[in-house]
């Protein structure tokens, strides 16, 4: 019994110094991310992103039978445009303000990649519908940065009203649902955050890499 005792005393007393593994330094992490864009790599993994893309809705949109109505669904910041200079020059911090202002200034270059996939929907007939967790009162904003990109054109241009409290992912879910029950068939939805993509209401996702901020 004695001898017993000692054992679970000692497996005690080890549990109770061990130490949770240390979480990678954030410092550290920051620089991968810069080299991850300053290398090209991120450049070119949205690229393999968007050529699969490519290659599914020119498939899919020889198949359309008379009167079907297919449409892809694209997100908008750091999917069909880059943020990185705003990311970067507030080293990956966030504020409302100068998110807001960011999105006032309607600079944002095209993700040139996700913009050729664009332009293929729309040389291929499917309708263009971009869905963003921007907000109702940026809309006019955001027309203008599409239009600066040569995207203006689409089907519809869907943004979170004010005061909604829904995730994004909640949001985009019910959004997609309510475009199907309207008669779209959306046959692929590109987005850059795992909440574009899940909650169903699409053949097939595209999910262009970002290790930068996550959206939920």
């Known amino acids: 019994m004695r001898k017993w005792f000692w054992v679970m005393l ?28 300053e290398s090209g790599s991120y450049q070119r993994d949205i690229a393999v992103v968007a050529k699969d893309a490519a290659a599914w809705i020119e498939r899919r949109a020889a198949q359309a039978k008379p009167g079907e109505r297919f449409a892809v669904v694209f997100d908008l910041d750091d999917t069909l445009w880059s943020g990185w ?10 504020n409302e303000a100068s998110w807001a202002a960011w999105i006032a200034a309607a600079k944002a270059p095209a993700i040139e990649p996700v913009a050729a996939v664009y332009r293929l929907a729309q ?25 600066a990109v040569g995207c203006a054109e689409s089907a519809a241009l869907v943004l979170q009203p004010d005061g909604d409290k829904r995730t994004a992912a909640a949001f985009k879910t019910a959004e997609r649902q309510r475009l199907v029950a ?10 850059d955050q795992a909440s574009d993509l899940v909650g169903g209401f699409a053949e097939k996702t595209f999910k262009v890499p970002n290790p930068f901020y996550l959206t939920e």
């Open 85 to 94: 200079s705003e990311l970067s020059g507030f080293d990956f911090g966030w």
């Open 123 to 147: 040389r291929r007939g499917v309708a263009v519908i971009f869905l963003s967790t921007r907000r109702e009162s940026q809309r006019a904003d955001t027309v203008r940065n599409l239009k």
């Open 182 to 191: 309207e008669g779209y068939v959306i046959i692929a939805n590109v987005g």
């Open 10 to 37: 000692g497996v005690g007393l080890i549990a109770a110094t061990a130490v949770a593994q240390e979480p990678r330094n954030l410092g550290l992490l920051k620089r991968e991310l810069y080299a991850y864009v």
